[in-house]
């Protein structure tokens, strides 16, 4: 397994209120364009996208409350285990948010996609750090969203 961590933000959310928005599968459908809302079915324990013809799922595997999920794939091209860790900052308000990824990749798909899953969740953590301070997140177009979606009402 070829382990990536993303980097450490603080997020200004409390953990229990960061903990809360990630525990239930159904609460990462509110965050996806339109558009891609139809390819995607979630329940609490569970969500499944078509992806480029392909069923791709994330199943959740262990809840920690308040500080850690662990998630697991659930049909992907490849084994992975994600864990998200919500520890206390100095401020209470506030989260030391990190994402560690295990995937079972070889070589060849490590050397090409290794870069690109660091990448992917440092910008995760970015865009929560964004949407926690009622910022858009870089890069996201707001026009993909729902009319009135405001990063500064998110609420964990």
């Known amino acids: 397994m070829a382990e ?4 450490r933000a ?3 959310k409390a953990p229990y209120e960061l903990y809360m928005a990630f525990v239930d599968m159904r609460n990462f459908v509110q965050f996806l364009p339109e558009e891609k809302k139809a390819d995607v079915t979630a329940d609490f324990d569970s969500i499944h996208a078509m992806v480029q013809g392909f069923n791709i799922g994330v199943k959740v595997l262990q ?8 998630f697991a794939d659930d049909g992907a091209p490849f084994q992975f285990r994600m864990n998200m860790h919500f520890d206390p900052a100095s401020d209470p308000y506030k989260t030391d948010f990190q994402i560690v990824l295990d995937a079972d990749l070889n070589f060849m798909m490590k050397t090409l996609l290794g870069g ?10 970015d865009g929560l750090v964004a ?3 009622g910022r858009m997140p870089e ?3 707001p026009s993909m969203y729902p009319e ?9």
């Open 63 to 70: 809840r920690t409350p308040y500080s850690r999920i662990e």
């Open 4 to 7: 990536f961590k993303s980097k």
């Open 116 to 125: 690109k899953l660091k990448e992917a969740l440092d910008k995760v953590v």
């Open 148 to 156: 009135g979606f405001d990063p500064s009402k998110f609420h964990a």
């Open 10 to 12: 603080t997020v200004s």
């Open 139 to 141: 890069g996201v177009d």
């Open 131 to 133: 949407m926690s301070e």
